[in-house]
């Protein structure tokens, strides 16, 4: 270990790409003598040492979210709850296992993750991605069995994980985030540094060993399929379409082609997609054959759509536009007028504008910007953001008269606005 962090520490990159080839290499075997919530219909206690991995779960969870970025939405914590509840199996029910919650994080990248006490996460760039309900409830129950079979008990167990574990995050903390962070900036990776700056440095960062295991390392070959084959059941015996099963990985493994060395190492790789793509095709044609179910549900759109317009803006910032423009039509054609997704849809004219290689490209983009910012003061004209970038536009356009209405409009909107003092500013030099 000492001979491969002093190889591969003086470089962030071959670092990184070293660590994944380590975490890969963990290996599939796990203690046998946990047994899963609810076996045998025994009521479930939590052993001592499991204890103290739930306590120290606590712990750690606090640090994510102090330090990471949470999806404030009760709703949407109550609808993914229901999801949790609809697949929690009864003998896990009566067995007395951990109430499950739900958390979202404010973070473009594909993943979701669970803490060994029921605490799931769920990034909003998973959510973003997916089709479904059907889709969404298989990730559910692929990290609700991670709990229910009490994963990180038997990975703890196997001291030969725990050793490996150590040195990982003992490793990823001593080179440190930020600076990795710099390094994909640096090559002109903004995507990639902007994703290690969220989750990634509140994980790698604060050295969160549990938090390591379940969203970046997985818990060996065996355990994750065993993961998979559990989330199946539960998706099939709470009444939704396994069928959409393997669709949710084809389409993680789609997405993951253009995220780079960092995101792969971070929130998985192909070679695990493909084997989560054959075990539940696998699954598909023998126990789950001409089993079908719901594959959708009105809730579904309804309370992802706010996640999928604030999603879109965090891929437009980090120069994802494709993505970006994908997810905000998504928005409007279930509400044609929400502002702020027309706002969004400016933003993402005026930086494409920004990056434009010809003269000509510049403008035609500028003029769409426009017209989505108008288009949002038109649907909200007490919405104060669209006249703000107004503003910003027709400044950099040198059309002085209608910066000045658009920043005062923003302005009176917006009295105590935090840039309020740097757009009197603005105002002052357009007087003169």
Not at 133 to 150: D, F, K, P, Y
Not at 305 to 334: M, P, S
Request: glycine share 8%.
């Amino acid at each position: 270990m000492a001979a491969w962090y002093r190889a591969n520490c003086r470089s962030p990159r071959r670092f990184l790409a070293g660590l994944l080839v380590l975490a890969l290499a963990l290996p599939g075997c796990a203690s046998r003598n946990v047994q899963p919530m609810g076996f045998g219909g025994k009521p479930f206690k939590p052993e001592a040492d499991e204890q103290r991995i739930w306590a120290e779960a606590e712990k750690e969870e606090d640090k994510i979210q102090k330090t990471a970025k949470l999806y404030d939405d009760p709703l949407l914590e109550d609808y993914l709850g229901k999801i949790g509840d609809r697949l929690t199996p009864e003998e896990v029910r009566k067995a007395g296992g951990p109430g499950f919650q739900f958390h979202v994080l404010r973070d473009p990248t594909l993943n979701a993750f669970a803490m060994p006490n029921g605490k799931i996460y769920v990034h909003t760039g998973l959510l973003s991605r997916l089709d479904n309900e059907a889709q969404l409830a298989t990730i559910v129950g692929h990290e609700m069995t991670h709990v229910t079979n009490r994963h990180a008990l038997k990975f703890n167990r196997d001291a030969q994980n725990k050793m490996i574990l150590l040195n990982v995050i003992a490793i990823a903390a001593s080179i440190g985030v930020a600076a990795a962070a710099g390094s994909r900036a640096q090559s002109g990776d903004r995507v990639g540094a902007a994703v290690l700056s969220q989750t990634a440095q509140a994980v790698l960062g604060l050295g969160l060993q549990l938090a390591a295991l379940a969203a970046i390392n997985g818990y060996g070959r065996d355990l994750e399929r065993e993961a998979d084959e559990g989330g199946m059941d539960k998706l099939a015996h709470a009444g939704f379409d396994p069928n959409e099963a393997p669709k949710v990985f084809e389409l993680l493994k789609e997405d993951a082609g253009d995220r780079g060395a960092l995101e792969t190492f971070f929130f998985g790789n192909h070679p695990r997609l493909d084997e989560r793509i054959k075990t539940t095709r696998e699954l598909l044609g023998t126990r789950y054959v001409g089993v079908g179910g719901e594959k959708n549900s009105e809730d579904f759109a309804l309370r992802t759509r706010t996640v999928v317009r604030e999603n879109a803006l965090l891929d437009v910032r980090a120069g994802r536009f494709k993505l970006g423009q994908d997810q905000l039509d998504r928005v409007l054609a279930i509400t044609p007028k929400d502002p702020t997704a027309q706002l969004y849809y400016g933003d993402l004219y005026r930086l494409r504008a920004q990056r434009a290689r010809t003269l000509a490209e510049k403008e035609s983009l500028s003029k769409l910007a426009l017209e989505r910012y108008e288009r949002a003061t038109e649907l909200d004209p007490a919405f104060p953001d669209p006249f703000r970038q107004l503003g910003f536009l027709y400044y950099q356009q040198k059309d002085s008269t209608h910066a000045k209405e658009a920043f005062q409009k923003y302005l009176a909107l917006k009295p105590d606005a935090p840039d309020a003092k740097r757009i009197k500013e603005y105002l002052i030099e357009l007087d003169r």
